[in-house]
């Protein structure tokens, strides 16, 4: 899965594999996340919000189950 390096003081980079509709989230930390059933519009919205922490907070953590992958 390509990573895209974002700005954000938490999140260091976001991927997206569509044909199983995972999203990756890797953070400034080195901890690495994936969340599972993510529509793709939801990782566009992500991708071009103004706030990655905010969106990431009120869109995905709760939304999405996860595994650490890092």
């Known amino acids: 899965m390509e990573m895209i390096p974002v700005s ?3 999140i260091a980079a ?3 594999d ?3 509709s995972i999203l990756a989230i ?3 930390n080195g901890r ?3 969340y599972y059933g993510v529509p793709q519009y939801v990782f566009d919205e992500f991708l071009n919000s103004g706030s990655k ?3 990431a ?3 995905i953590y709760k ?3 996860q595994t650490k992958i890092r």
């Open 57 to 59: 907070n009120q869109n």
């Open 8 to 10: 954000s003081s938490n």
């Open 53 to 55: 922490g905010k969106y």
């Open 18 to 20: 569509e044909s199983q």
């Open 63 to 65: 939304s999405y189950s």
């Open 14 to 16: 976001i991927g997206f």
């Open 32 to 34: 690495a996340y994936e």
């Open 26 to 28: 890797e953070f400034n």
